[in-house]
């Protein structure tokens, strides 16, 4: 008998066994030769199964916001035909007040368009006055800047 320790024999026997496993050759109690990975799959696993957790709660989500927007949609096509409803039987009001006046409707009316159509083609013309007055300003700029950069090259 040699005069190792206790503990020195045990650790032996486990590297032989680990070593055994490693390759494969040792079986195990209820476990069959050709191991596999099955410490792998289950990873794989769990990670499917946290993607699809996590697919459903987005899932659920979008739900609810379809919900709430099928909510505010309804509201607001009810505000939309309350407005509409107000809106006409002011329009009746209106008229009944301009015929007792003996105010021509239509006519106050086509001068209210037209002048609108005025404002709105002035707006127009202005707003393309500016874009072609700041080009102009930037072409003059630049212009001037390549010049003071000539004269300041030939020095």
Do not use: C, F, W
């Not at 190792?4 to 030769?33: C, F, I, M, N, Q």
């Not at 309804?74 to 107000?86: F, G, I, N």
């Amino acid at each position: 008998m040699t005069s190792e320790p206790a503990g020195a024999v045990r650790r032996s026997a486990l590297e032989g066994y680990r070593s055994a496993d490693k390759a494969g050759t040792h079986t195990k109690p209820g476990r069959t030769e050709g191991r596999m990975g099955l410490g792998g799959t289950a990873k794989k696993l769990q990670k499917v199964t946290e993607m699809a957790e996590d697919v459903y709660t987005r899932l659920n989500d979008l739900r609810d916001q379809v919900v709430q927007m099928r909510e505010t949609t309804q509201e607001t096509s009810d505000r939309v035909d309350r407005l509409e409803r107000e809106a006409a039987e002011m329009r009746a009001l209106l008229d009944a007040l301009a015929e007792k006046e003996g105010i021509d409707v239509e006519s106050v009316t086509a001068e209210a368009h037209i002048a609108e159509a005025e404002q709105t083609d002035e707006e127009a013309a202005s707003e393309t006055d500016e874009g072609e007055s700041t080009s102009e300003t930037t072409e003059s700029e630049s212009a001037s800047e390549t010049t003071e950069s000539g004269s300041a090259s030939s020095k």
